[in-house]
């Protein structure tokens, strides 16, 4: 099959809710930004962590105001994957200004991963999140560039 960026994106999605062989650290919490969902603290393959990431896009998904989107976040809810999943997932629906500060925290997401904050994350836990950080950041400027004006 060949690897368009649809596949890339589905395949790094699976990866990143499910878990698999993708985040190793525990599940210990972090003291990221205050208090967040479990489940954006929860960075490794076990179950449990799986079944809290799930729990936290499935809210995500539901929220139909959207209140998450300008949420803090931190280095461990970037590399959980969930939020940029589900800002990616959502961009569609996001207005403007949401789109907007979804590619600002995009944009910084390599910043808080790569920084202090993260110091439990290992290197390949913060390179996928960079990774998915900057593919986000990417389809939210296409998103903004094809229906937000510049003001």
Known sequence: MPRTPHTVWRHT???L????????????????????????RCVD????????REKVFDSYMADKSRSWVKQPAGPHAY????????LNKRRKELSCDELAHA??????????LRGSGGSELTPAQ????????SEVSRDLG????RRCKKT
């Open 13 to 15: 999605a699976a990866a």
């Open 17 to 40: 809710l499910s878990g698999a062989g993708l985040l190793l650290a525990g599940c210990a919490g972090s003291n990221d930004i205050g208090p967040q969902p479990a489940g954006l």
């Open 45 to 52: 393959d076990s179950s449990h962590c799986i079944s809290q």
């Open 79 to 86: 590399a959980s994957g969930v939020r940029l999943f589900a």
């Open 103 to 112: 590619k600002r925290e995009a944009d910084a997401a390599p910043i808080a």
């Open 126 to 133: 913060v390179s996928r999140g960079v990774m998915l950080a």
């Open 142 to 145: 296409r998103e903004m560039a």
